[in-house]
């Protein structure tokens, strides 16, 4: 992650620390703080899936600065928790995994818009299209929302930090092509799977933990218990 504080110009990476700054601000401010206590099991999920990720985060999987890749789970976290908590959530990760990296802060704004506020918005955008044209059952939801949506975010991902890698110039076509697009949907497939499975198993074992998830519009007949 070091290679954005060193490509990116400090005026742009001021600009998104600005941005994302305020977003994190907004997020605080509107976030149903008291839902969140009051759900025991959500408020559970969400510190094991803050552990699980923050492993994924910590070691991702590449060769060369910029070009490594791993799961996000911000579609998961959104579905889950909301946008504000998901924010929250993965920013706090971001910047454990900044300090871990030893990676120089002032490109957080830029990785953290990149990286987090990108997928959601995303996520969100995709679900607003399920709602207006989606069959409103559990597994409709759990296909359009989770699995495909998981992909599609890091795929939105992955090649908007390929044009940003390139458009730099710091990769040749050759480099980005053998070390970089090859394994796009590799990466893909693991976060449409990862955000599937948890989504999935949430939406119909604890379905009250998933914000996005209304048991009683997505059960025609709701299960035992």
Known sequence: MEIYAKIIGSDVLWLSNYLFGFILLYAIW?????????NTPQFSAMMGLALWLSALWFFPVGVREGL??????ATLCF???GWQTAVLMLSTILFA???YHDTNLIAMGFIGLLMIILPILVSRLVLKLFYRYGKPNYFAF???NGYFCGALSMLVVALVNAWIVMSYGNYSRFTMENVYFNYIP???TAEFALTGAFISGFAAFLPDAVTHFNKDVYFVKR???
């Open 30 to 38: 509107t976030n149903p703080w008291r839902d969140l206590w009051s």
């Open 68 to 73: 490594k890749l791993h799961p996000i789970g």
């Open 79 to 81: 579905l889950m928790f």
């Open 97 to 99: 995994t900044l300090q």
């Open 142 to 144: 759990v296909l359009f």
């Open 186 to 188: 590799i990466i893909c």
């Open 223 to 225: 299960p035992p218990g």
